[in-house]
């Protein structure tokens, strides 16, 4: 409606024409406006807001190099690239001048430009790029290099995704470079020249998977219940009807009055009477001690598995890997120990000095 016909301008003039019956238009429906139909346009789809988004990821196609990622170390990979970018070096230039003898820090350096370039290329298809380019100002450098351009002056970390199996590979590098250090030392490492949004949690997941780290984090399994008590030591009807002998032997002694038989009458009632209450007493109490001792759902180790074997006279980094070959398992059938094949032979040691590393051996 124009700006001359719109009575709500006119609200201070109480006796206007327009105000009290609007325009003239108002009453002949020939001349009124036709129906506007609204229709997204490109800038109003640009602004939608959809909460899906948030959760989006891009899915990542993986060919043959990511594969070498996933078999070999980032050390071994550089190399592997530096001796292809050699090779194809190689036959596009003349006998003389081609390259020979060991790999140099420039050729080792080119191939870490090459895999911090292929996995920016796939960061630009995710649908977080371009929120994460505007909030690290993501800039290319004179060799098309992503950095985070920022206030201080000269330094300029290269930005990497963290959904990538190279940005995955060279946190791993940085985790076994800080001799597999906490979260804070490794995320330190990587970001003296890269930086990596989300970076915490890749830190983490990373962390979790290491085997270095799951020696010295893992927990040995839980000691097996305690196993039933013989029917000799909680059955009877009479004090020491079955009782043993120490290694000094009974002891010895002479008395030569007449009330000798009047005492061990005597001793005889202190001792059933001790044996009546300690068997209603104490026994049943046992119950009850060994439901505290004993937690359900517990875990036994299998056969094949790869454990720890505890060793209190030497320290953790050096205790024996071993595999499990047979189970032990006492009168009860509770597995109780096992069979262990180690470097040197066989040993055998309890449940709860076996420390399981989450791996399986077939063998």
Request: net charge positive; charged share 25%; hydrophobic share 35%.
């Amino acid at each position: 409606m124009p700006t001359s016909q719109n009575p709500a301008h006119l609200g201070s003039v109480a006796k206007n024409h327009l105000w009290r019956e609007g325009p003239t238009w108002l009453s002949n429906r020939s001349e009124w406006p036709a129906v506007v139909a609204l229709e997204a346009t490109a800038e109003t789809r640009a602004e939608a807001k959809v909460k899906r988004e948030i959760l989006a990821v891009t899915s990542v196609e993986r060919d043959e190099f990511d594969q070498l990622l996933d078999k070999y170390d980032l050390f071994k990979v550089l190399r592997i690239g530096a001796w292809i970018q050699r090779f194809i070096g190689n036959c596009r230039t003349k006998p003389r001048e081609r390259a020979s003898g060991p790999l140099v820090t420039d050729e080792i350096q080119r191939t870490k430009s090459w895999w911090t370039k292929r996995a920016q290329l796939v960061a630009r298809q995710d649908s977080r790029f371009e929120a994460d380019q505007l909030h690290l100002n993501l800039q290319p450098n004179d060799e098309g290099i992503l950095e985070c351009r920022g206030r201080i002056h000269g330094e300029f970390p290269i930005y990497l995704p963290d959904n990538h199996p190279y940005t995955s590979s060279l946190v791993r590098q940085a985790h076994v470079s800080t001799l597999h250090g906490a979260v804070g030392m490794t995320m330190a490492k990587i970001r003296e020249h890269h930086w990596v949004l989300r970076l915490c949690q890749l830190v983490k997941k990373i962390r979790s998977k290491c085997q270095g780290c799951k020696r010295f984090q893992t927990k040995a399994f839980q000691a097996p219940p305690p196993g039933k008590l013989p029917s000799s030591r909680t059955q009877g009807t009479a004090p020491f009807q079955v009782f043993g002998v120490n290694f000094a032997g009974p002891i010895k002694y002479h008395d030569k009055g007449e009330d000798l038989r009047k005492r061990a009458s005597i001793l005889k009632n202190c001792k059933s009477a001790m044996w009546k209450r300690w068997s209603r007493e104490y026994v049943r109490s046992l119950r009850e001690q060994h439901r505290n001792l004993w937690r359900n759902g517990q875990s036994y180790p299998k056969i094949g598995d790869v454990v720890i074997v505890h060793d209190e006279d030497q320290p953790r980094n050096r205790w024996k890997l071993a595999i499990v070959t047979r189970l032990i398992t006492g009168k009860d059938n509770i597995i109780r120990g096992a069979v262990l094949k180690t470097g040197k032979g066989t040993i055998e040691r309890a449940v709860q000095h076996l420390h399981p590393l989450e791996l399986s051996c077939d063998r």
